[in-house]
């Protein structure tokens, strides 16, 4: 043993000295709130550099939301909108290139692009934010669209997901996020999402994208109405996907914020929460290269700390994110480079630029706009 820890932690301790994975009944004793959180990241820390090394990632990147008029209600969300609502918006093509020239303009490699689901928008308009940010800014690598949109858009063509996946890789998107996960469990996605992609739709869209050689990332939305059993749970039907497919890059677990959601009542989780599931996420998923500790969402403290909770990502530099600012988040709206890597510094780790797909970025000295990349970043089994 490295390390002394809490006796109920002791087998998990000698499975994951041994590479061995862990059960559900592990994830629960995790979950135990008498179990030391600091127990549980010096576990998670041992696995983080196992396959990460001192290694922190960041990237720079915007967000685009071309809509907030959305036909679903989830009782979490703070950003959608009906169409009447004075609040509503739609995105102009123009409007759209213009956010693709200011990003290029500040050095991004990547455009996390989801938005509401509009039910007076075709297919045809999503695909064609794709194919105009495509064509018109090629270096850009265009993440884009959850499963949760893929499902909305075989409903609205009665197609395939394999068809719609490969219509949207032809105009130029290069991976998908991991939003619209939330709990799969329906005992929590009936009381929260009870309308949109379930749980087999969801895994079902991404296995089909591995399957085509898109890259996704996946996520778990907690701190609402789901109990320990539920996110545990869900952590291994995530596993198990890996396992199959092998196509997941990052797992991001994200806080719940109630503010001007219809779960307001409900406390945000504890920073303490959030270490312990971020270490529980790393042992837990023993197949998936990287856990993000989303600054926007964690606040910077807390994911600074998660760098040494398992997190070994902090995703980008962010511009224009308003999921999480509509439902109260008090982050600043960007980060800079420079800000990026003193944190991570201070953290104890070494700072790396990555791409979405996590292949090294070089950037010009002398014009930091200019940028090329090496090769995929190594992560050990
Ligand atoms: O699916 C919505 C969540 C997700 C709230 O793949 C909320 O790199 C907390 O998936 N409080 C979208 N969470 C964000 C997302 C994401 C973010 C950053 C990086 C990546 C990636 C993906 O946000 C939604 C939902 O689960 N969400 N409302 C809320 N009030």
């Given amino acids: 043993m490295i390390f002394s820890v809490d006796a109920r932690l002791k087998p998990i301790q000698e499975k994951v000295e041994a590479g061995e994975r862990l059960t559900l009944d592990d994830g629960l004793v995790m979950y135990d709130p008498d179990i030391p959180v600091n ?92 194919k105009i940010l495509h064509d018109a800014y090629p270096q850009l690598h265009l993440k884009g669209w959850t499963a949760v949109e893929i499902n909305w858009f075989e409903h609205l063509t009665k197609r395939p997901t394999a068809e719609i996946l490969q219509d949207l890789m032809d105009a130029g998107l290069g991976s998908m996020p ?64 890996q396992d199959e497919t092998n196509g997941f890059q990052t797992f991001i677990p994200l806080a719940f914020h109630p503010e001007n959601t219809g779960l307001s009542h409900l406390k945000k989780p504890t920073a303490l929460d959030d270490l312990r599931t971020m270490a529980i996420s790393r042992l837990m998923l ?18 600074q700390t998660a760098l040494s909770y398992g997190a070994d ?38 700072p790396i630029e990555r791409d979405t797909i996590y292949r090294r970025v070089m950037r010009d000295k002398t014009d930091p706009k200019k940028w090329s990349v090496g090769e995929e970043i190594a992560v050990a089994v």
């Fill in 178 to 241: 991991g939003g619209g996960a939330e709990i799969f469990h329906p005992e929590v996605r009936d009381q929260i999402c009870e309308h949109k992609a379930d749980s087999n739709n969801w895994i079902h869209i991404h296995r089909t994208a591995h399957q085509l050689g898109l890259k996704t990332n996946c996520t778990m939305l907690y701190g609402h109405v789901e109990k320990p059993f539920h996110r545990v749970d869900h952590l291994i039907r995530l596993r198990e996907l």
């Fill in 39 to 130: 127990d549980l990241g010096q576990l998670a820390n041992l696995v983080r550099e196992r396959k990460n090394g001192k290694a922190a990632y960041y990237n720079i990147n915007t967000h685009i939301n071309a809509t907030n008029i959305c036909v679903y209600r989830c009782t979490f969300c703070a950003f959608r909108s009906d169409l009447r609502s004075p609040k509503g918006y739609i995105m102009s093509d123009e409007q759209i290139l213009e956010r693709g020239r200011e990003a290029v303009e500040n050095g991004c490699t990547e455009m996390h692009i989801v938005g509401g689901l509009h039910h007076q928008c075709k297919f045809d308009w999503y695909l064609n934010h794709i």
């Fill in 313 to 350: 990502d902090l995703d980008g530099t962010v511009r224009h994110e308003l999921i999480y600012h509509d439902a109260g988040a008090i982050t600043p709206e960007f980060l800079s480079v420079e800000r990026l890597e003193h944190l991570i510094r201070e953290a104890g780790r070494e």
């Fill in 286 to 303: 023993d197949n998936i290269p990287h856990i993000k500790a989303y600054w926007i969402m964690l606040g910077i403290g807390t994911a």
